[in-house]
């Protein structure tokens, strides 16, 4: 006999979707060597997720991540601002900021980012600015 479920909130239901994206990141999704032939897919469980919860962290950070390493730059920039917007001194949408403004040969922007970075975590910002030089020239 098969028992059925209850009708769920909207709250529950929200925690139990974003469970689910989250299982499904930690457990289902490819590696990022991977992760440009499922790319789309990531994309879209990504984009569900910041339909429920615009601000979700997480998923902002990592689609900002995975559009740079897709090399959809544009995007990667609106999410990473956006995960500013949330919280000024991550480390890590700062540096990948950086480094698609040196993608872009836009040096001045990319140093203000090491710039940023530099008072946030030293040694960070010491590797973008070995990534600036890298991509700049």
């Given at each position: 006999?098969?028992?059925?479920?209850?009708?769920?909130?909207?709250?529950?239901?929200?925690?139990?979707?974003?469970?689910?994206?989250?299982?499904?990141?930690?457990?289902?999704?490819?590696?990022?060597?991977?992760?440009?032939?499922?790319?789309?897919?990531?994309?879209?469980?990504?984009?569900?997720?910041?339909?429920?919860?615009?601000?979700?962290?997480?998923?902002?950070?990592?689609?900002?991540?995975?559009?740079?390493?897709?090399?959809?730059?544009?995007?990667?920039?609106?999410a990473f601002e956006r995960v500013l917007g949330?919280?000024?001194?991550?480390?890590?949408?700062?540096?990948?900021?950086?480094?698609?403004?040196?993608?872009?040969?836009?040096?001045?922007?990319?140093?203000?980012?090491?710039?940023?970075?530099?008072?946030?975590?030293?040694?960070?910002?010491?590797?973008?600015?070995?990534?600036?030089?890298?991509?700049?020239?």
């Open positions: 006999m098969k028992k059925r479920r209850k009708n769920l909130g909207w709250r529950s239901k929200r925690i139990r979707m974003l469970r689910g994206l989250i299982t499904t990141w930690g457990r289902r999704m490819p590696p990022w060597d991977n992760m440009r032939k499922r790319g789309d897919e990531a994309i879209k469980h990504f984009h569900r997720a910041l339909r429920i919860t615009p601000k979700y962290y997480g998923a902002l950070l990592n689609l900002g991540i995975l559009y740079y390493e897709l090399g959809n730059f544009t995007n990667s920039v609106k949330i919280n000024a001194t991550e480390n890590i949408a700062i540096y990948h900021l950086g480094l698609v403004y040196a993608e872009w040969k836009d040096i001045d922007a990319a140093r203000a980012q090491a710039a940023i970075l530099k008072k946030l975590d030293p040694e960070m910002a010491e590797e973008l600015a070995q990534q600036i030089v890298l991509r700049a020239y």
